[in-house]
């Protein structure tokens, strides 16, 4: 019986880190199809291990500025197509193909995703900013519950968070899965050449990414840059974290909160 006991003991209290594990995956905004192939040990594949910065210290040296300025970018491989989304907001439908010769930043996100909404005044200030140098800054909406999978529901979001540049309607996860991706939000810099050259998951390194999207710019020809990146002040749901806040994903309890507003507060 103390045996049998025992063993009870540790299958619970093994479940019991699991489902802590689960809970925090979600509100990490993680694909939670994962947690079906969730097991007490998982090896993370190295590209997690590289992809998820936090924020750095050493901007020159996280993604590979010489000296000089210039960057050394490795190419990541070819942008997919995008032909997988079922409905376009904001714009016709866009393609590898159509955004040759462009600078693109592709946002995989859902609207219901705290730490998607937190980066979307970096990413509507960097479509306006650098429009007319070539950038294209490019929503794929990847639900991850039924509710976001309704259009009118999707284009509401849009309306309220004043969201105009393309919008792709990824319900199926085609852009998802083509993209090879698991997290929201997660961002994907591409070049003039259709390769892709950053990316980036969770929150965090706005900085790095405004200067890889200046970087790519030059490489096509574009000038008159500033070197100065945005400078965001965002109110309610989009206000970003501070930069003291060490974990640019996960928010976790009402003490890690900023700016949140309660009847109790």
């Known amino acids: 019986m103390k045996h049998y006991m025992h063993n009870v003991v540790r299958t619970v209290s093994a479940l019991a880190v699991t489902a802590i594990m689960g809970v925090a995956l979600i509100f990490a905004c993680w694909d939670t199809s994962m947690l079906t192939k969730l097991r007490f040990v998982r090896k993370v594949p190295p590209r997690e291990v590289q992809a998820v910065k936090l924020y750095s210290e050493d901007l020159d040296a996280t993604i590979g500025f010489a000296a000089d300025g210039v960057a050394s970018l490795g190419a990541e491989g070819t942008m997919p197509d995008l032909s997988g989304a079922i409905a376009w907001i904001n714009s016709a439908p866009l393609s590898k193909k159509s955004l040759r010769g462009k600078v693109v930043l592709v946002d995989i996100w859902t609207y219901s995703c705290i730490n998607s909404l937190r980066q979307l005044p970096y990413l509507k200030a960097w479509a306006a900013k650098y429009k007319d140098q070539g950038l294209v800054v490019i929503g794929v909406h990847t639900p991850e519950f039924e509710f976001e999978k309704d259009r009118g529901n999707v284009a509401n979001a849009l ?9 792709a309607i990824d319900s199926n996860r085609a852009v998802w899965d083509a993209f090879n991706n698991q997290y929201w939000p997660a961002d994907y810099i591409v070049d003039a050449k259709g390769q ?17 999207i200046q970087e790519l710019l030059k490489e096509k020809g574009a000038t008159g840059l500033g070197a100065d990146p945005i400078s965001i002040a965002a109110d309610g749901i989009e206000t970003p974290p501070s930069r003291d806040l060490q974990s640019p994903e996960t928010y976790l309890g009402y003490q890690r909160a900023e700016r949140f507003q309660s009847p109790d507060e």
């Open 196 to 212: 892709i050259r950053y990316h980036h998951f969770g929150e965090g390194d706005y900085d790095i990414s405004e200067r890889v």
């Open 159 to 167: 309306r309220e968070l004043n969201i105009t540049y393309p919008i």
